[in-house]
């Protein structure tokens, strides 16, 4: 059986969904190992045309058939809270979540984090936090 590490560079075949969509910045996360509230997650930034054009939906690159993505509409993207939206329902995921270790980055747009939730809800306006951006 083959163990899941997190040392190693992440590649794209490991991006086999996207769980969390982080506000701003439109990264996509891949949560790839979950255990007692810590989730090593595969991130995903945009490519700067994504990130202009404000790319919310799209699971891989931007495609301009997903009607559901602000770049198709020409429309701001309504993510603009520094915290994860669950990605297709863009749903803040609740809790106050730090960031272990830092990013580890390995290419231009692929890093590995580990994001582990310290409470169920935050005291903020969202309900939600992310400690250690
Ligand atoms: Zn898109």
């Known amino acids: 059986m083959e163990q899941a590490s997190l040392a190693g560079a992440p590649k794209m075949k490991e991006v086999t969904h996207v769980d969390w969509i982080r506000g701003i910045t439109l990264e996509r996360v891949t949560v790839v190992n979950k255990s007692e509230g810590r989730h090593e ?6 490519k ?3 990130l202009v054009g404000q790319c919310d939906a ?8 997903q009607l559901r993505c602000a770049m198709t509409r020409r429309e701001p ?19 106050i979540w730090e960031l272990d270790g830092g990013q580890e980055t390995f290419n231009s747009s692929l ?9 169920p809800t935050a005291a903020t306006r969202s309900g939600a936090l992310l400690l250690g951006l």
């Open 48 to 50: 700067n045309t994504e």
């Open 41 to 46: 997650c595969i991130v995903r930034t945009l």
């Open 111 to 119: 890093s590995r984090e580990v994001w582990v939730q310290r409470a």
């Open 77 to 95: 993207s309504p993510l603009v809270e520094p915290v994860h939206y669950v990605f297709g329902t863009q749903t803040i995921v609740p809790g």
């Open 58 to 65: 799209c699971a891989r690159r931007h495609a301009p058939t």
